[in-house]
């Protein structure tokens, strides 16, 4: 597994590149790397957003992100993971957060890759307050999302069904 530390939680925005290749390193096994990128969009829910604010809590959050990694080196044939995910206050367009995975094939960190993003989706303690016309909301959980979990085997009841 690579040294680099595998969840930074952070208000500045990132470099892809400089993500993977400081998570690849040298190491003369990788062969495959898979990664995703979110970012802010200017509608949700039919209204428009013209930012996105995220909280979290520190120590609490990393520690999460760090059992979620943990799973999916148990589950998957990986060399190693990153999740960078940014807080504060976000515009559209901005990068919100990667996943990132390195493994010796390509299968592997594909499955890694979506199943931490289903994975953080759903269980990593962030909160978001979108600023739309019709004033702040927070974001709800999403059945879709719970769903999406459950095809790796994990049960979660985080959206309320309307």
């Known amino acids: ?8 939680i952070q208000t500045q925005d990132f470099d892809l590149a400089s ?6 390193g040298k ?16 509608r ?3 209204s428009a957003v013209a930012s996105m604010e995220l909280e979290h809590y520190p120590g609490m959050t990393e520690k999460a992100i760090e059992a979620m990694i943990d799973d999916a080196v148990r ?3 990986i060399l190693g993971a990153r999740v960078v995910h940014r807080v504060g206050l976000l515009q559209p367009l901005d990068q919100i957060m990667m996943v990132a ?12 890759c979506e199943f931490l993003m ?9 909160w978001k307050k979108e600023q739309t016309p019709e004033g702040a909301r927070w974001v709800d959980a999403r059945v879709a999302d719970d769903k999406a979990l459950a095809r790796w ?9 309307v």
């Open 1 to 8: 597994m690579s040294q680099l530390t595998r969840v930074s």
């Open 19 to 24: 993500e993977v290749a400081a998570l690849r």
């Open 27 to 42: 190491d003369m096994r990788v062969g495959a790397v898979c990664s995703f990128i979110g970012t802010v969009r200017d």
């Open 118 to 126: 289903d994975y953080l989706k759903t269980q990593a303690p962030f």
């Open 153 to 161: 085997g994990i049960h979660a009841a985080n959206a309320q069904k």
């Open 101 to 112: 995975v390195i493994s010796a094939h390509r299968g592997s960190s594909f499955e890694a």
């Open 44 to 46: 949700n829910d039919g």
């Open 75 to 77: 589950r998957f044939d």
